[in-house]
Each structure stands twice: as structure tokens, then as C-alpha cells.
């Protein structure tokens, strides 16, 4: 039987770039999606805004082509192209017409090596952040996932996050120098994976090609100091006035990584507690279904990578007059689903819809292009794409409960942001 | 597949009391000859899932004061139960269906409501089986609308937290005194808490019929078998025993420019709104081109005179296709370098320009470029097709789906220049102003 990975074809050059290529029935469409090494875990304290400013500068001008010229060139082909960074990665976003391939990856190609990163292009970006800042300033949701970063990562983890007001003021004093000494990013660690319309032979030569330009080497990952952070139960609420809903966090650190064998259990739990879905999550069956206490609530694992422990996080959101009762009744529930939530049927219903909801996550050239960066990035092999359902099904109820262990749940911490009843 | 194959083989398949109309562009429509129900067909063998959507015409337009908010309200109940599907008895249509993988939800808007499920292809006659038993069985109850209420509220709630969501709702207000469009899809908190049940359930019986919807099928199926899942799942249906209820309020002329403040903790916008017509109106594709050079991407006119500059730090232009005339509305988020009144003068300067000096001949075809892309980008995946043909089927034509991208191509700049001179002017506009105001 076909598999889905022998539709794909994967490059790995010697630098250590991954290109994953994948033709689909997708007409007129090609989708890309990739990274670099080289993001905010590189820079310490107020110098990590510098990664966000850098990926906001790298179409804005480079050593062949004006901000003008390279945008127009992108347009009037209908090609979109954005860049971002987090973590250890700057990361780009494109979307072209298939005859245009060659183009979109050069001009990111281009954009990686040679921006310019002019001095008067650096204060507009700074403007504009500033702006963006200001404007987080009075949103409940940022201010709620910030202040749960900080309370529970020491102030050396990776993830801890900067105040706004702190990274206002690094903003104002990044220099162009800041900028141009963390924009060496080489083609070791990369990773690129095309989707869609597209003829595998030439798009290999002319990604090849395009990669030219990049140099080989570049940022390697970023060293991390280890969580230390002794977890306590502490909550906190954080006031904007004039607010109608209220961000609630819930969580703690756990102290495992991407790479280690209890992940993808911990994955399966958090969806059994609180999956995205209308039902399929404990929270959601019985916060909103039963007791009507939210819109929303839903269990992540946020942070998590293969050198970073990461939080088990649960969000929702939750009305001024009711918050005090939602905050009791979802500690009550998390408490509930670990004493009884976890039983064979409901580990079968989970690994089942994970498995369909993978098919159909998979069944557009952005949700393709998504797994493979993935892959790419958690340095998986291409045939994950094929074992990742079975590997869901292989799981026990025994690795279940044993990472169930791993979750401090009694003493989950709680910080919530809005205008108080 | 090439239209002339799939038409001959979407017209020889015969089921009986299903009518084959026609076949554009890869989308084969049927009729449900007993009860009006509208099929459409978009078959794609190369993917291994499949969507279902149901297309209801009735949305916030249909609503009045002391039910706003009912459509929505409604579509959260439809989620209760139906005569098959029953949540205590273990058959509840969401965990069914969740339980195989799918992406299920509905959504809300002025001119309709739509439920979709996109499925492991194995799992499709389950969803078509679950919408067809809720289109006329569903078994909401007064405590399942008064459990259900706070939930909505909360999400009312929560666009009331993001300053575009309650700008763009004070414009509408502003904007529109007479038609429904008055008020936003969400409803007034008072209507949302106090709507009853038996309001709910009229609106459920005066809307919920097989001649008032579109079934829409995409992805990989058997044809055949499909048609006879719909005939067998919402055959059992009659149509609606009386007219649907008419929408005949219409706007008056709008004679003067009209201002609206919202003052509280935020983020400093504005936003500026021109009344435009509806999405079957052959203006409506220089309308939305306009809008692609307006603000598509950092190429645009706006980005470059407010972005680029930090003068703000977002530009947002939304051409609003909808069944009733409707807006055309332009929201900058602004940094501290920027007044509102400065912001709202240079906004102006950029529309006069347009309708005195017309768009460049390289503006026009990138905007044109730029629609193969975003036209291609609609049939990438189920669920994009299901959604793209969703707000067609709302404007009251799915072919829209076919027409407007060809007559967008038409578009020429004396085009643009004539919409910017006919409905860009100050006395049809509607100014809102967020300002940040500390309590």
C-alpha cells in the first residue's frame, strides 16, 4: 500500500538543510513554510526583542533589491511572504503560483543573506513595535500568558517572557549593530518544505540553486539553562479595567522535553483533558457544556521543545460575576479527570479521533506544510508523517497514567487578567 | 476531472427523485425534487477526507429587537440533540463525530448559518445522517437555552475585550438605522439573556426547511451513493408549510455624514465606513479590488502611507459582500505619532485620490494576479471549498462562486474610479473613533 511519505521527497544537503517536497492534486497553489536557527533564545534579557525586529526587517531591503522592488516583485506575481521568530527559530510563511517556485524561494533566500537592515528601516520597525506593544498593553489574553510565564520560569529559562513595558524599553535601544550580528542565519538547522502544484525534478534544481546564497553555517542551537523554578500553588490576578471577559491561565512547568519518550503520552492527555473540538475534552464536556462557566477552555502544552521543558497550560476565559466560581470549578474538574477521567474508553475515543483529525489536518497544502516543518524541526524522520497515528494508537493506558504522575495537579497555579466583579 | 466528464457522468446518475441542474467548474448541482433541497457536489479523488455542510438562509438580518442574537443562540442549541442523536443516551452528535477525527462547528453571520463536518472519507455518511435528522428534529429544551445562555455571553464577552470588534459594532449601529444589519450577528447582551424559548423554537420552524438550505458535499465520495445518503437522510422532510418569513424593512438614504466615540480602555482606531451594494451588484468587483489595492499587503496604498511610515501599525479594509446592500469599511490601528482627525484626513485624501485619479495599470494587475492566487487558494482542501461556497450561497447565488472571479478580471481602472466617485462620499460615510480612555 502507498504510502503517504512516498509522495514526498526529502533533500538533506550536507549543511544539514532539510527540504521536504510535496506534490498534491492542489491546483494553482504552492505553500511554504520553513525556519531557520536563529530566534529569541539566541539573546538574553531586553536583546530578545532584537529576533522580532530582525523578522520584521528581513524584506525591507536588501543588498540586490530596494523594500519597493522586492515587494512589488512578490506582488504582482501574487506571492505573499512573511517572516517571524520564537524560540530558536526565525520562520517564513509563502504563498506563489507554481511557476513562481524559483522566485519565492530566491527572494527568501536573498532576504536570509543580504538585508541590509538600514538604520532608518530599524527605527520604523522600532515605531511600529513599539505601537504593537502599547496596543498588547490592554490585552487581557497577553498580559494573562505573560504574567503566568514569569511567575512560573525563573528569570534565566529560555521561555521566560519579557514585561511589556520592559520590552518597550529594550526596543528603544536596539541598534542596527544588534541586529546585523544576530542576522547570521546559515542553511545548518534549516528547514523547508514546499506543498501543492508542484513538478518535483525542477523544483529540487531550482531550491538548490536558490539555497545558494545562504550560507552554509549559521546559528546552532541555542545552550539553555534547566528549569529550576521549585513549582508552588500561587495565584495572581492582573487589572485592566473596562474589560468584559477575564484570561485565565492554569498550569505548571513540566520538566520534560519534546525528546523524551513520556511527550507523546503527555500529548494524549492533555488532548483527553482539554482538546481543542467542541466535546472531546474533559474541560469543555463539562466547564461550557455542563456547568456554562465559559465560551472557552482548553489544555495546551506550550514551551515544549527538544532542549526547553515547557507548561502544561490550561486556558479559558471566564465573566467578571462568575470568575471566582469558574476558578473553583476548574480546579474541581482537573482533579476529577485525573481521580476518574482516565479510562480505557476514553484513551480508545481519544487515540481514534486523533488519528482522523491528523487525516484531515493534512487535507489542505498548508496543513501538509505544516507537518513536515514539524518533522523537520523536532528532527524527526520523513516516515513520522506515516508512523505518527500508529505510534497514537500504540499507546498504553499504563504510559497514560504514568505521566499523569509527572503533573503536579493539586497545585496548579492560576493568573488571570481583566476587570474583577 | 474536466467539467464535460463530470457532467456526463453527474447527469447520468440516476436517483430517483433527485433532478441533476448543472455542472460549473467542477461543482455538480442537484435538486431534492420532494422538498426544494439545493445538493451541490465537488468531488476530488486525489484526498482521503470529506466535508458536509449545511447551508441554512437565515442569519442576523432575520433578527429584530428583543432577539438579536437568536440565529446565533439557536446555532449553539442545534448542538442539544436531535431525535437520533441524543448526548445522555451516548449518541450526542459532536462526540460522535469528534470521536472519528472530524473538524465540526457552525458559524453565524447576517445572511445565513452554516454546520459543516470535515471527515475521514469512511465517516461521511455519519455527518450527512446527523444533519439531516437536525435540520427539522432537533430537541432543544428551556434548560438546554438556559444553560447554554452564559456560554454565549461569555463569548459576546469576549469581543467586547478587543476594541475592533466594539468599534465595528458601533459603526453598524451608526450606519444602519432601519435594516438588520444594524446590529452585529452576536446580538445585545439584554437579548442575548432574556430571548425565551419559544422565541427560539419559532425561529427554528419558521427557518429550518429543505427549500431553505444548500447541502454541500466536498472532497472524496462516491457520487452516487452520496446522493442517495442525502435523499435517505433528509428525504424524510417535507417543505416548509408556509412562506418564510419576508425581510421587507429597507434602509432609507443616508443624508448627511454620521459620527460615532467609543471611550474606553483600548487601543487608539478608527475606522471609516461608506455604504456600498449588494455582492451581486455589478460594481461589487471594483469594490473589492479597490480594497486589494488599498491594503492587500505592504505593496498597498494604505500600508505605505500609514504602516510603512509607523504611523499606525495595522490597516484593514473590508468589503463586505453581502444579500443587502452593505459596507465598505476601513480600520486603522494607530501608534502615537498619529491623531485620529490627521488619520481620518489622510484616510480621505487617499479615497479622493482614487476616484480623481484612478489606480496604475501595474495596481490592476497585481490585484488581478493576486485573485488567481486567492481564487486557487479556495478550492485548497474541504474545508476551504466548504467555506468560499458557504458566503456565495449566502448572497443567494453559489455561482457567484464561478461568475465574480471572472468578472473581477474585467475590472478596469475607469471602474475603480467610478466606484470611488459613487460611494465614497462623506455624506453616505459613517466615522467611528476608538479612544483609549483610561476609566
Avoid at chain 1, 280 to 309: K, P, Q, W
Avoid at chain 1, 365 to 387: C, F, N, Q, W
Avoid at chain 2, 315 to 338: C, G, N, R, S
Wanted: net charge positive; proline share 4%; glycine share 6%.
Amino acid at each position: 500500500m502507498k504510502t503517504m511519505q512516498d509522495n514526498i521527497t526529502e533533500l538533506r544537503l550536507p549543511t544539514g538543510a532539510r527540504i521536504f517536497i510535496a506534490p498534491t492534486s492542489a491546483k494553482d497553489v504552492v505553500t511554504i513554510q520553513g525556519s531557520v536557527l536563529g530566534g529569541p533564545h539566541h539573546l538574553k534579557g531586553g536583546k530578545k526583542v532584537v529576533a522580532r525586529l530582525c523578522a520584521e526587517l528581513l524584506d525591507a531591503g536588501t543588498k540586490i533589491r530596494d523594500k519597493y522592488l522586492l515587494r512589488n516583485l512578490l506582488a504582482v506575481r501574487g506571492a505573499t511572504l512573511s517572516f517571524a521568530s520564537s524560540g530558536d527559530r526565525t520562520f517564513f510563511s509563502a504563498s506563489c503560483l507554481p511557476e513562481d517556485v524559483k522566485l519565492v524561494v530566491t527572494i527568501i533566500a536573498e532576504c536570509l543573506s543580504q538585508s541590509l537592515f538600514e538604520a532608518k528601516e530599524l527605527e520604523l520597525a522600532k515605531e511600529r513595535m513599539r505601537g504593537a506593544l502599547m496596543e498588547s498593553k490592554n490585552d487581557t489574553y497577553v498580559q494573562a500568558g505573560i504574567g503566568f510565564s514569569r511567575l512560573l520560569y525563573e528569570n534565566t529559562h529560555a521561555n521566560y517572557a519579557l514585561t511589556t513595558d520592559e520590552a518597550i524599553k529594550a526596543c528603544k535601544k536596539v541598534a542596527r549593530d544588534d541586529i546585523t550580528s544576530f542576522a547570521s542565519f546559515g542553511q545548518q538547522g534549516m528547514i523547508l518544505s514546499l506543498v501543492g502544484d508542484l513538478e518535483v525534478k525542477k523544483i529540487k534544481k531550482d531550491v538548490l540553486h536558490a539555497l545558494k546564497t545562504i550560507s552554509p553555517i549559521g546559528h546552532t542551537v541555542s545552550k539553555k539553562a534547566p528549569h529550576t523554578k521549585k513549582h508552588l500553588l500561587t495565584d495572581s490576578f492582573i487589572t485592566i479595567p473596562d474589560k468584559k471577559t477575564i484570561d485565565t491561565f492554569f498550569g505548571a512547568v513540566l520538566s520534560i522535553r519534546t525528546s523524551n519518550p513520556a511527550y507523546l503520552p503527555l500529548t494524549i492527555l492533555i488532548s483527553m483533558l482539554g482538546g481543542g473540538g467542541l466535546s472531546s475534552g474533559h474541560l469543555m464536556r463539562t466547564i461550557r457544556e455542563r456547568d456554562g462557566l465559559t465560551y472557552v477552555i482548553n489544555a495546551t502544552s506550550t514551551g515544549f521543545s527538544v532542549d526547553t521543558e515547557g507548561i502544561f497550560q490550561i486556558w479559558a476565559t471566564f465573566s467578571p460575576e462568575t470568575f471566582r466560581k469558574a476558578v473553583l470549578a476548574t480546579r474541581k474538574e482537573i482533579l476529577t479527570f485525573f481521580t476518574r477521567g482516565i479510562t480505557e474508553k476514553a484513551l480508545t475515543n481519544k487515540q481514534t479521533e486523533l488519528s482522523g483529525s491528523y487525516l484531515v489536518g493534512l487535507g489542505s497544502t498548508l496543513g501538509l506544510a505544516r507537518v513536515l516543518h514539524k518533522i523537520g524541526m523536532d528532527g524527526k524522520p520523513l516516515s513520522y508523517i506515516d508512523e505518527y497515528p500508529k505510534l497514537v494508537q500504540k499507546i498504553t493506558l499504563r504510559e497514560i497514567n504514568e505521566v499523569a504522575q509527572l503533573i503536579p495537579k493539586t497545585t496548579f497555579s492560576v493568573v488571570a487578567c481583566g476587570t474583577i466583579a | 476531472m474536466p467539467d464535460i466528464v463530470l457532467k456526463m457522468k453527474a447527469s447520468s446518475l440516476k436517483v430517483p427523485g433527485i433532478e441533476y441542474k448543472q455542472t460549473l467548474e467542477g461543482i455538480s448541482e442537484y435538486v431534492l425534487t420532494k422538498n426544494g433541497l439545493r445538493i451541490l457536489l465537488v468531488p476530488d479523488s486525489a484526498t482521503s477526507v470529506a466535508g458536509c455542510m449545511v447551508t441554512y438562509h437565515v442569519g442576523s438580518r432575520n433578527e429584530a429587537t428583543g432577539y438579536t442574537g437568536a440565529t446565533h443562540l439557536l446555532e449553539h442549541l442545534m448542538f442539544k440533540g436531535s431525535k437520533k442523536f441524543i448526548k445522555n443516551k451516548g449518541t450526542g452528535m459532536d462526540a460522535l463525530l469528534e470521536n472519528r477525527g472530524a473538524l465540526l462547528n457552525a458559524t453565524t453571520w447576517f445572511d445565513r448559518t452554516n454546520y459543516y463536518e470535515v471527515v475521514p472519507s469512511e465517516s461521511l455518511s455519519l455527518a450527512i445522517e446527523i444533519e439531516g435528522d437536525r435540520m427539522r428534529t432537533a430537541t432543544f429544551t428551556k434548560k438546554d437555552k438556559e444553560d447554554e445562555m452564559p456560554v454565549v455571553r461569555n463569548e459576546f464577552e469576549r469581543g467586547e475585550n478587543h476594541p475592533m470588534e466594539a468599534l465595528d459594532k458601533a459603526v453598524w449601529q451608526a450606519a444602519f438605522v432601519a435594516h438588520p444589519y444594524h446590529h452585529s450577528t452576536i446580538g445585545w447582551r439584554s437579548d442575548i439573556e432574556n430571548v425565551s424559548i419559544e422565541r427560539l423554537r419559532e425561529f427554528y420552524n419558521d427557518f429550518y426547511w429543505p427549500n431553505n438550505a444548500t447541502v454541500t458535499i466536498a472532497g472524496n465520495f462516491d457520487t452516487k451513493k452520496t446522493l442517495e445518503l442525502i435523499k435517505k437522510y433528509f428525504g424524510i422532510h417535507t417543505k416548509s408549510p408556509k412562506p418564510f418569513p419576508p425581510l421587507y424593512t429597507q434602509e432609507p438614504k443616508q443624508e448627511g455624514e454620521r459620527r460615532v466615540l467609543v471611550k474606553r480602555v483600548g487601543t487608539d482606531m478608527i475606522c471609516v465606513a461608506h455604504k456600498i451594494p449588494n455582492a451581486h451588484h455589478a460594481d461589487m468587483p471594483a469594490l473589492v479590488m479597490l480594497a486589494s489595492i488599498m491594503s492587500e499587503d505592504k505593496t498597498s496604498r494604505l500600508y505605505k502611507t500609514f504602516v510603512d511610515k509607523a504611523l499606525a501599525t495595522n490597516v484593514t479594509v473590508y468589503p463586505y459582500q453581502l444579500h443587502d446592500d452593505a459596507l465598505f469599511l476601513t480600520f486603522i490601528t494607530l501608534t502615537e505619532k498619529l491623531a485620529h482627525e490627521k488619520a481620518e484626513k489622510l484616510l480621505k485624501e487617499e479615497y479622493s485620490k482614487i476616484a480623481t485619479t484612478g489606480v496604475s495599470a501595474l495596481e490592476i494587475k497585481q490585484a488581478k494576479i493576486l485573485a488567481r492566487s486567492s481564487t486557487a487558494e479556495r478550492r485548497d482542501g474541504a474545508y476551504a471549498l466548504l467555506s468560499s461556497l458557504n458566503e456565495e450561497i449566502a448572497t443567494g447565488d453559489w455561482k457567484r462562486f464561478i461568475s465574480f472571479p471572472k468578472a473581477y478580471q474585467k475590472v478596469t481602472s475607469k471602474d475603480i474610479m467610478h466606484v470611488a466617485k459613487k460611494y465614497f462620499l462623506d455624506d453616505m460615510s459613517t466615522i467611528g473613533y476608538f479612544k483609549n480612555t483610561p476609566s
